[in-house]
């Protein structure tokens, strides 16, 4: 059986929209699935862990139920990032049928636009093993919080904190432009945001930077709607690729972005990067009075700095 788990209001709607289409395919099809229409990533998850449970589990005395045979979510990179905890682990590949505004994470695994052509590819049922960013959180149930795309500290947090509070982002949604609710968040937040001096540690080595602007921890190239930050970066290398950036002005920085959509960026001279395994990142200003700096995970909230996170393989597999 396969399991649908769907965001409607991803994407300003576009989730709702892409499961219409998916489940009168599913129909036409005649293939046996079960829905999950989630209002919050805590219900979706529940349902999730109870499904696999009941399908999965191994129970005594009862007739084996059918097997859940992938978990595919109907969203964008915050709905897939909500269910990950319930995914990782569970011995059933992920499905992606993108419905969101960025869209990083079907991006990443190579995962065509339209609703159909995604779930051609569910269908086929080619799983691939893919690395999570593990995030070390004490909070968690399991310890650690799984990121697919990236984590985001400093001005990329911000911008991403900036878009998930605003009106814009639903306009964009409406008029089918997702991605440039973030251009206006990075405009929006240039004119506010300072830089401060952070330690970036990959595989034991630390590396100090006076004037911090950003550290992007990968395991995908893109984040924030197909900004290439980390152009090197690949979900199955059992690597985490970080790009820090550092000592410019905040003309530089503007001018940076557009780079960052084609990932030229990473030849000028503010910009530092890194891979390896285990990375941690320190804000170092060691003023209590300063606002600590947001970390962002797959575009959702994800605490604070200081960062501590690892490559880890075999946590999940991907359909693609
Ligand atoms: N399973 C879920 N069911 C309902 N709401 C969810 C679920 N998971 C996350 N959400 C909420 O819905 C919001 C939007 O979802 P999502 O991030 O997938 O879409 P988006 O923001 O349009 O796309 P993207 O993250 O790709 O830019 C999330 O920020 C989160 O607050």
Redesign the pocket.
Known sequence: MWLF?I?G????GRGLKAWRKVEAELKRLDVDYAAVL????E??RRAITRLLREHNGIVQDEAPRQRLKAITII??????H??LPAVCDSGVPLGIIPA?????TARAFGIPKRPLDALRIVLQGRAYPADIIAMRDPKSDIGYRPVLTALAAGFDSAIAAAV?RSVY?KLC?LIGA?SFAYVIGLIQVLLTFRPRPIAVTVDGETHCFRQGWMAAVCNASAYG?GLRICPDAKPDDGMLNVCVVHSCTPLQLLRLFPLILSGKHTRLPYVALFSGQAVAVEDMAGDPAKPAIAVYG???PAGELPLYAEAAGNRIEVLR
């Open positions: 788990a965001n209001k991803s994407g300003g989630s209002e919050t990533p219900t979706a969203g964008g990179d915050g709905t897939i909500g269910i969101g505004s960025g869209n990083d998930n982002k949604n997702g709607g797959d575009g959702e």
